[in-house]
């Protein structure tokens, strides 16, 4: 059935819909990844988001049991040049069809994808609705330029209440503000016992599990959405060893006196390369994210920068100067995308380890 895409400076995309056939609107967004989407359309970090992938052809391989990052999609929308009706993979378990009308999302294929990402390139991310044919143009065209969308992503993907992911090795407390399965996954194999919390847990209930480390997830929507974060962060830094990934980067930088802000479209692919400035070494890794550090926030704080992004120079690392913390912009978990920067888990590790050996002796001297 033919179906449409409405941005809000008037363009029209025509295609034919599959999926849902209810109508949704979202800030439109691209990934560049060339495979991933499954992981791609259920990080929850894209809630609220109608993304559009710059590779043409998706869903060969299908949608399958084990590669989601979230249980249920937080996305508004998906949008591809041709969508694949049969496909084939032993793992395959529903196609994409099938599976976004199960779950109520609307998905539009047989549209010049490369094209729609050229107009937000060029006029940085749009909003931008999915509806049927029969709508009046002027008035979708209206609403999207008048409308404003939710901030309040963070709390409808977080987890509602704390659940174990128990390990025998270092106790993790990681704070889900859209997590991406992929860190609990990484944080499972290296033996963590994981207490999953919401985002809006306090300093006193984080301290109160004896964490030995803190992990900030990943996350959707804009960082200054989430104060009460902000404040827990401040309420456990310097006390527990603490390793933040993406949104939860971000919340460590205005923690810590920065600031942060919105890129013209974003970082969205598996092959963003970055570089590490003390090694400089660059890897290439996975990126989902619309906001970022600015960089001369950082002037008066206690935070400096340990990577950046070797496209345009933005920030994609950062650490304490007085306590064990460090942040990165980007996925090492991947999930889609290269594990490059994997052992970044190791060193959140290693730095707990530390931690542990200094308390240590700090007693017996005491
Ligand atoms: N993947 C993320 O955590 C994204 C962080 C934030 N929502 C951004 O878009 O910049």
Redesign the pocket.
């Known amino acids: 059935m033919k179906r449409q895409l409405i941005l809000e400076d008037g363009t029209i995309f025509i295609g034919t819909g599959f999926g849902s056939e209810v109508q949704s609107i979202g800030e439109v967004v691209f990934n560049t990844g060339m495979t991933g989407y499954q992981e791609i359309l259920s990080d929850p ?1 894209y809630c609220g988001q109608i993304v559009t992938l710059t590779y043409p052809l998706v869903g060969n391989y299908g949608i399958n049991r084990d590669d989601f990052e979230s249980i249920t999609p937080a996305i508004q929308g998906f949008i591809v040049k041709e969508v694949c009706d049969h496909p084939s993979n032993f793992r395959s378990q529903s196609s994409l069809d099938e599976f976004f009308k199960a779950k109520n999302i609307p998905g539009l294929a047989g549209i010049d994808t490369r094209k729609l990402t050229r107009i937000i390139r060029q006029h940085g991310t749009l909003k931008g609705a999915i509806c049927g044919m029969d709508v009046n143009v002027e008035e979708v065209v209206a609403s999207l330029q008048t409308v404003s969308l939710p901030t309040d992503q963070v709390k409808q993907v977080s987890t509602k209440s704390a659940y174990p992911s128990p390990g025998r090795g270092h106790r993790v407390v990681l704070v889900d503000f859209g997590m991406k399965h992929g860190i609990l996954r990484e944080l499972n194999k290296r033996n963590c016992d994981v207490i999953v919390v919401p985002y809006n847990v306090t300093a006193e209930e984080v301290l109160r599990l004896s964490p030995d480390g803190i992990m900030l997830s ?4 804009d ?1 200054k959405d989430v104060p009460e974060a902000i404040e827990m962060i401040n309420g456990v830094l310097g006390k527990v060893p603490l390793f933040g ?3 939860g980067h ?1 919340l460590f930088a205005l923690a810590g006196g920065a600031d942060t802000e919105r890129l013209k479209f ?1 970082h969205r692919g598996s092959n963003h390369p970055v570089k590490d400035l003390a090694t400089g070494k660059v890897a290439i890794t996975s990126q ?4 970022t550090v600015n960089e001369e926030s950082l002037n008066n704080t206690r935070l400096t920068v340990t990577h950046k992004a070797l496209n345009d120079g933005t920030i994609e690392g950062l650490k304490h100067l007085d306590y064990p913390a460090f942040t990165v912009q980007y996925h090492p978990e991947a999930s889609p995308g290269p594990e490059d920067a994997n052992h970044l888990f190791d060193q959140f590790i290693d730095m707990i380890k530390t931690s542990k050996k200094v308390g240590e002796e700090v007693c017996q001297n005491a």
């Open positions: 970090s990943n996350g959707p929507g960082p990934i993406c949104l971000q974003g989902n994210h619309g906001y």
